[in-house]
């Protein structure tokens, strides 16, 4: 069983696969399996978390841009970023901090990048700090 190429496709059908394999005593292709679907789970949250954090980054690089066009829906999107990756870090703790940072460059690239196009124009923007992605209050005057 390529058991790489079926969690890739489908989640639901690796367990599936998993659990034919333990009908059929086979106890060791199962336990191979198990363990790709949980590599192919984790590289999905870590998609997950990468996709809130690049969200997050561009409603922030928005806001620092263009200061006379922050909305109710920007800060709800910030806070709604927050708490889907705390969620995502809830269920799944070996997302901690040290993963955001390693993630923090690429999804900065990506984050301002989108921000730019959806502006239609270029952003001074060159970094945005784990404060003020995190922790700074974001509301409107």
Do not use: C
């Not at 659990?19 to 106890?27: I, P, Q």
């Not at 198990?34 to 978390?49: D, F, H, N, P, Q």
């Not at 460059?105 to 060159?126: H, L």
């Amino acid at each position: 069983m390529n058991w790489q190429t079926l969690s890739t496709d489908s989640h639901y059908k690796t367990a599936v696969a998993i659990r034919s394999e333990l009908a059929m005593g086979h106890v060791d292709e199962a336990a191979k399996g198990i363990e790709e679907l949980i590599e192919a789970l984790s590289r999905s949250e870590k998609r997950a978390l990468k996709s809130q954090l690049v969200r997050l980054m561009l409603h922030i690089i928005k806001w620092q841009s263009q200061p006379e066009r922050r909305s109710r829906s920007w800060v709800a999107s910030i806070k709604d970023a927050r708490d889907e990756i705390a969620d995502i870090q809830d269920e799944t703790p070996s997302l901690n901090n040290a993963v955001i940072e390693s993630l923090w460059d690429k999804a900065f690239i990506i984050a301002k990048r989108d921000a730019e196009a959806e502006m239609g124009k270029k952003s001074e923007v060159q970094s945005v700090s784990w404060e003020e992605v995190f922790e700074d209050e974001y509301e409107l005057g």
